[in-house]
């Protein structure tokens, strides 16, 4: 199917009302948890999850899409209004909307907010709608040593480019890695590291793990840390909407901001840190108002609010055309896919059409509706902040039981949470990066089916893992992402000791 | 003063090993597929031995362990152990309750526990609020499909 006429088919399915319904539902819940503190996008669909069974998988995916669109409008609110990043990408956001509401010029902030993530947004989906097909098409001549060189530079750049030490990166992706191996071995029929517990043969689930990571951890930690700051809300009243100024500066950090935060987004560990970050600096250079910037520039609102949400669409084409989870809540995402029995890749454009580009479709949708549901209703969602934080946190655990108890009601559940918790909250206080841990539980046995496959097609050479051109080439990458930090780590080491030799 | 977490190390090499013992009883390689059961167990346990030995030395070399940020979280990143015990004890509840007492009286605990944890005493309003949420949720995810269980397991309902 080409990619108009599928966009027109997939209009035809994401437009029929209970699919709006699910979309309005997606995008609401992804406001609000993008508002929330201590919730976000990934958390939500783990704990959705469960759900899953009684609704058809379009409608589920429709939702999560939302969830995951609007998550990224519900950050930029507050964090320009009060200055909380709600999300880790809205953080850029902050530094210059939260001055131009303290400016009394917070409606211009949120406006060229919101109306800089539809753009970009629909940009993006507009580059998933016209990209993912081919890419798809592509993947059909994957042969497994190239789905495995893939897989393994997905780990090594989770781990390397996510949090401060890559020891650290490595540690979180090899627990990962090793959570990932409980069961039964399906090639062979062998336990292993089940401990002969039953309730380990099946493996362990993602779910259990994610919320534990996230929900459990953080709970754990912030309240062991609580200082609540009441929140401090810049009045909305009085502000003046875009000016022609206004529009006239935005427009361009829309589009550049787009430009960095698609491609990155695709790519294995892009996320939407480095983008937003990426396009702040280069606003920040380009902009006619320097002495603007730090004291609240319409620009440097404008173009990382692109960026966020255009990597949101850039996730999404990895995820759908390759199998190949880039993020936290693309993994679960991608868990969500396997609970309906589906291998997002190329066979899914093919199997189940009506999915994918109703899927898609929804995208448009959702970003029209989010700018709906943002631009007169800011004022309106911020309210959620002053929900008191002991029955936020209280609630946020009752959800998690749900979740966890809610998958299989097993006691080894129950007790995985607490103690996957506690790491999680360990991994806060000495600043583990989280992200790899999901990547490893649920690339690591993918990547093991690949390497199983490639050198059975090889006869066991295992030469075979380079034997074909892309294979070679993501190898080779790969090699380098690991070597090259680490070369120019040891120079300037070198170097300082030497100028420490030299003087002293 | 430098914090120096040997404990994460320790645990890392720990977890590693116990990984690389399971992996020892299976077969490493197979007449077929060439990697056996296993194979990966072992090579990821071995990278976790190695990993947790870097952190060690790393540990040992003084690298600063900087907490990651989080909203609500105080500036100056002063730990209230009472609080943190509150809220480890919500978490380890369920392990203790649920399969007896069912899931609301369960979460009912869990919601006083966490209020108590976020400095919030007030135990009897906290209760009631907890019970009425989650005997909601109860019977809101029981209506989509969730299965959670008897609402008061004791009483067989």
């Known amino acids: ?504 | 003063m430098t914090e120096r977490p040997y404990w994460i190390a320790a645990g890392t090499v720990g977890w590693g090993a116990i990984v690389l013992l399971k992996a020892a009883e299976l077969p490493q390689f197979d007449q077929y597929a060439y990697i056996g059961p296993g194979f990966l167990p072992s090579a990821v346990g071995a990278g976790l031995v190695l990993l947790g030995l870097m952190l060690a030395v790393q540990i040992r070399q003084g690298v600063p362990f900087e907490e990651q940020e989080a909203e609500d979280v105080s500036e100056t990143h002063a730990v209230s152990y009472k609080a943190l015990g509150f809220a480890a004890a919500a978490c380890a509840l369920p392990m203790l309750t649920m399969p007896k007492l069912g899931f609301v009286i369960t979460c009912t605990g869990c919601f006083v526990l966490v209020a108590a944890a976020f400095k919030s005493e007030r135990w009897l309003l906290n209760a009631a609020i907890g019970l009425a949420f989650s005997a909601t949720s109860w019977w809101l995810f029981r209506k989509l499909g969730v299965q959670l269980g008897g609402f008061l397991p004791l009483l067989g309902v």
């Open chain 1, 1 to 504: 199917m080409d990619p108009i006429t599928g966009l027109m088919h997939g209009f035809s399915i994401a437009l029929q009302p209970q699919n709006l319904m699910w979309a309005f539902l997606g995008t609401f819940m992804g406001t609000a948890i993008g508002v929330l503190p201590g919730i976000g996008p990934a958390l939500t669909i783990a704990l959705l999850l469960p759900v899953t069974v009684y609704i058809e998988p379009t409608a589920a995916f429709i939702m999560f899409a939302g969830i995951f669109y609007g998550a990224m409008y519900g950050g930029s609110t507050t964090s320009i209004l009060l200055n909380t990043p709600g999300e880790s990408g809205a953080m850029m956001t902050a530094l210059e909307g939260n001055r131009m509401a303290r400016n009394g010029r917070g409606a211009a902030a949120l406006c060229t907010a919101a109306i800089g993530s539809f753009v970009a947004g629909t940009i993006g989906t507009l580059g998933l709608t016209f990209l993912a097909p081919p890419i798809a098409e592509l993947a059909f001549i994957f042969k497994p040593q190239d789905y495995f060189a893939l897989m393994l530079l997905a780990f090594l750049s989770v781990s390397v480019v996510m949090g401060t030490s890559k020891v650290r990166g490595f540690v979180s992706l090899f627990i990962g890695l090793s959570l990932g191996l409980v069961g039964i071995d399906k090639a062979t029929g062998q336990q292993r590291l089940t401990f002969g517990v039953p309730d380990l043969m099946d493996g362990v689930e993602m779910t259990v793990v994610l919320v534990s990571l996230f929900a459990i951890g953080e709970t754990l930690y912030v309240a062991s840390r609580y200082g609540m700051q009441k929140p401090n809300l810049n009045p909305l009243a009085g502000g003046i909407w875009m000016t022609k100024e206004d529009w006239k500066r935005s427009w361009k950090p829309w589009l550049r901001g787009t430009f960095f935060g698609f491609p990155i987004g695709a790519l294995p560990a892009g996320g939407a840190e480095i983008p937003t970050f990426l396009s702040y600096t280069v606003e920040r250079k380009l902009t006619k108002h320097p002495e603007e910037f730090g004291h609240g520039a319409i620009e440097g609102v404008a173009g990382p609010e692109a960026a966020n949400n255009a990597s949101a669409a850039g996730v999404l084409v990895p995820l759908l055309t390759l199998g190949l989870p880039t993020s936290a809540t693309a993994a679960i995402m991608l868990a969500a896919f396997q609970n309906y029995g589906l291998q997002p890749g190329p066979l899914l454009f093919i199997n189940s059409g009506d999915l994918v580009w109703g899927l898609i479709a929804s995208l448009y949708v959702g970003n029209l509706m989010l700018l709906i549901l943002n631009l007169p209703l800011a004022g309106l969602w911020v309210r959620l902040l002053f929900i008191p934080r002991p029955y936020l946190y209280a609630g946020i655990l009752i959800f998690s039981l749900v979740g966890i108890w809610g998958v299989s009601n097993s006691w080894v559940d129950l007790a995985m949470m607490f103690v996957v918790g506690l790491m999680g909250y360990a991994m806060r206080v000495y600043d583990f990066p989280i992200a790899p841990v999901l990547i490893g539980l649920i690339l690591g046995p993918m990547a093991e089916v690949q390497m199983r496959r490639a050198l059975a097609i090889g006869q066991g050479d295992p030469m075979v893992f380079v034997s074909t051109p892309l294979s070679a080439l993501l190898i080779a990458i790969a090699f380098f992402v690991i070597t090259v930090p680490a070369v120019l780590h040891w120079r300037r080491t070198r170097k300082i000791a030497q100028s420490e030799d030299i003087s002293g």
